[in-house]
């Protein structure tokens, strides 16, 4: 089993930056891709962006793309989510999730089985 907590959000203005933290616990986190996924108020939640096991490999949700940027150090067993150049429109709850272990890139959250409570991120114009 996997546990995992995220941290580092907050309110910023539009065009400041965030740095979101997941810390895993658990055996399998380090075979394990991970993902970030988002959920504004009345919206489905929204893939954000994926790692693979390695870090070797990532990919991005259009919108956020060339602005935020995944990575994960596997000797701490966390996860980051650097967001830069923030808008209005990234406000909502971020949560990482653990992929199921085939690894495989995926956007969709029924591929992902273990997930944070979630971390509040608030852009102001």
Not at 81 to 110: H, I, W
């Amino acid at each position: 089993q996997v546990q995992l907590v995220e941290s580092g959000g907050g309110l910023v203005q539009a065009g400041g930056s965030l740095r979101l933290s997941c810390a895993a616990s658990g055996r399998t986190f380090s075979s394990r891709a991970m993902g970030w996924f988002r959920q504004a108020p009345g919206k489905e939640r929204e893939f954000v962006a994926y790692i693979s096991v390695s870090g070797g490999t990532t990919f991005y949700a259009d919108s956020v793309k060339g602005r935020f940027t995944i990575s994960r150090d596997n000797a701490k067993n966390t996860v980051y989510l650097q967001m830069n150049s923030l808008k209005p429109e990234d406000t909502a709850v971020y949560c990482c999730a653990a992929r199921r272990l085939d690894g495989a890139f995926s956007a969709n959250f029924v591929n992902y089985q273990y997930w944070g409570q979630g971390t509040q991120v608030t852009v102001s114009s």
